[in-house]
């Protein structure tokens, strides 16, 4: 691996990390303690980053192509996995740049076909947040 390309791979690795810190602790702010799937959450991502043939296209569509957390896949969803979807999008505004949005404005913004299953979920984690 190139000096570059390494490089390139640390700082992917060190923002899915910090996302991953971020989770954790509004996984425990809005449940009350952290969970398996918690501490589980993105890792697939900092394995992947390190394989050389995995650009970080790849790597993303990989990851939501098989994470229970994420709409794009088929995968039906459970409570637990709207939970995890809803604190994703929650503490990604903390660390990441590109997106600012809350949960709520995520959901509307990019996922409104989904909002009969999630608003009930959204309503109990984040009330504050739900727009009458």
Not at 38 to 56: A, F, N, Q
Not at 94 to 116: C, G, I, S, V, W
Request: proline share 5%.
């Amino acid at each position: 691996m190139y000096k570059y390309e390494f490089k390139k791979r640390c700082a992917q690795v060190k923002y899915t990390w910090r996302h991953k810190i971020a989770f954790l602790r509004v996984e425990k702010g809005l449940t009350g303690h952290n969970t398996i799937r918690g501490y589980l959450h993105d890792t697939d991502k900092l394995v992947l980053y390190w394989i050389p043939w995995m650009s970080k296209a790849n790597v993303h569509k990989f990851h939501r192509a098989h994470s229970r957390h994420h709409l794009e896949n088929s995968i039906r969803k459970s409570y637990k996995d709207y939970v995890a979807m809803i604190i994703d999008w929650e503490c990604a505004r903390a660390t990441k740049p590109d997106k600012p949005l809350n949960a709520y404005e995520t959901l509307m913004r990019f996922y409104p076909q989904h909002r009969d299953a999630i608003l009930p979920v959204l309503q109990r984690l984040l009330p504050e947040q739900i727009q009458r």
